[in-house]
């Protein structure tokens, strides 16, 4: 195809009706959700951004490989599919099925992090690092200082801060360091990429020293596709060849396999070494289930599987990311503040310059957000403050140099049109902002992951929320 916007490689074959809410039933709605979009029921939302893991449309080959799911309890068939399907494509060759990302977190977290330990990392995630600090670990952020700049065009802001790194491990000490955690895409940062470059950067700085390299490979297909479009020397290679390089130069992987993999439920914690895939199987018996289903059912391995084959395809990545590049696109040109470039799997606004009259401790990226809704019934996801949650040191509130609303597209779920529905909305809410100067404070605080559970009021009367 030569067209700007290819057309999507499927046919819709089934559909589901949405509701599009009134003004008053928005109104009500995020009243009862305590301005917390994440609150809202899904019933009450028209266009739900608020995240692409597990939001996907799974395609007819899936939906016919859930059919044969073997649910024995154990050695299931759909388990050792699942298995031969990561190591193709990922190389790793010990392979631990959990429910989703998260418990593949917890199971390397409690495997190696003790008190006392650091973890370097290319940006934090929220539950990555909450998982990490309850097992005795310290993250630190050695990104890329043009990560946290919203409008610079850096090709690869995933990439890490090799003398950070290296300054970091000579200031602990190697054995403080149970290994580095490395993100690709980098969610936190808008979705941004990570070059092969830096990868190998890392691989033979950590190798000199012995630390693991750990991955977070959710988002590792938009990761290979940006390395074959941005990096020099890779533009001739397929995806699926990139994304094995890029695993070979790791030693293993936490997935969720809600992202990349289509599925709407299922993950996965990879590792080249027998004792720590040994441990990790221990664990897994206590906190998922046993070492051949994890946390899913036969029919969600199955759908993950083929999922795994359907993401590598070129025409299927080059799709996706031309959905999220179009929205992009469309509020760059209306002047919207937005990370820059576009990322793998959202178009994120800067809500702190959208509304500089409200402080970071009245949340404009949870105040925008609540507003996006409000116009349209579009959901979006805070990453700003209140994903930051607070020091545990000083107890006060974390101010990442980033405040977003992250408008996130689900894989094969909606139109051109939709997208153009989101971004009238976007646009509108954004020039409604441009002179208010007070936003949120909480109702109720939860200790972890506060943005999930969260309540809030407006600070004042009026304003962007009415």
């Given amino acids: ?108 977290s409690r495997c190696l992090i003790r008190p006392g330990s650091h973890v370097p990392g290319n940006m934090y995630f929220t539950t990555t690092r909450t998982h990490q600090e309850l097992n005795g670990g310290t993250f630190h952020d050695v990104i890329v200082k043009e990560a946290h700049d919203a409008a610079s065009e850096h090709p690869f802001k995933g990439d890490v801060d090799l003398a950070a790194l290296e300054a970091l491990i000579r200031e602990v000490g190697a054995d403080a360091i149970p290994y580095v955690s490395v993100a690709a895409t980098v969610n936190m940062a808008g979705g941004q990429p990570i070059s092969m470059a830096s990868l190998e950067a890392v691989r033979e700085l950590t190798a000199r020293h012995g630390i693991p390299v750990m991955l977070d490979a959710a988002r590792a297909v938009e990761n290979a596709w940006f390395v074959q479009q941005r990096e020099p020397g890779w533009s001739g290679h397929s995806i699926a060849e990139i994304l094995h390089r890029m695993c070979d130069l790791t030693d293993g992987a936490c997935m969720s396999a809600k992202k990349d993999s289509y599925a709407n439920i299922g993950g996965w914690l990879a590792v080249r070494d027998q004792d720590l895939a040994d441990n990790a199987r221990s664990l897994l018996v206590v906190f998922e289930g046993l070492h051949t289903y994890g946390g899913m059912a036969g029919r969600d391995m199955e759908a993950v599987a083929q999922g795994i084959e359907e993401s590598v395809r070129e025409e299927n990545i080059r799709a996706r990311v031309d959905q999220v590049t179009y929205l992009g696109d469309r509020l760059l040109d209306a002047g919207v503040p937005v990370v820059r470039p576009i990322g793998g799997h959202a178009v994120c606004v800067d809500a702190a310059a959208v509304l500089p009259g409200v402080p970071r401790d009245e949340f404009p990226a949870q105040t925008l957000a609540a507003a996006l809704y409000l116009d349209s019934g579009t959901r979006c996801a805070e990453r700003g403050v209140v994903s930051a949650g607070r020091d545990p040191r000083t107890g006060a509130n974390r101010h990442p140099d ?51 559970l969260a309540r809030f009021a407006p600070v004042r009367e009026g304003g962007l929320l009415g």
């Fill in 1 to 108: 195809m030569t067209a700007s916007y290819a057309p999507e490689p499927y046919r819709i074959k089934v559909v589901e009706p949405i509701h599009v809410p009134t003004a008053e039933q928005r109104r009500e709605a995020i009243v009862e959700a305590g301005y917390n979009i994440t609150l809202l029921r899904a019933q009450d939302v028209y266009m739900d951004l608020y995240t692409d893991s597990g939001t996907n449309a799974m395609s007819d080959r899936q939906w016919a490989a859930v059919m044969v799911g073997d649910e024995a309890y154990a050695g299931s068939a759909s388990f050792y599919r699942l298995e031969a399907a990561v190591r193709k494509y990922y190389g790793y060759p010990h392979v631990i099925p959990t429910h989703q990302g998260r418990g593949a977190e917890n199971i390397l």
């Fill in 402 to 452: 980033l405040e977003l609303i992250r408008l996130t597209i689900p894989r094969r779920v909606y139109t051109r049109s939709h997208l153009d529905v989101v971004a009238d909305s976007v646009i509108r809410t954004v020039e409604a902002g441009r002179d208010v100067t007070s936003g949120l404070r909480f109702v109720h605080e939860p200790a972890t992951l506060r943005f999930f």
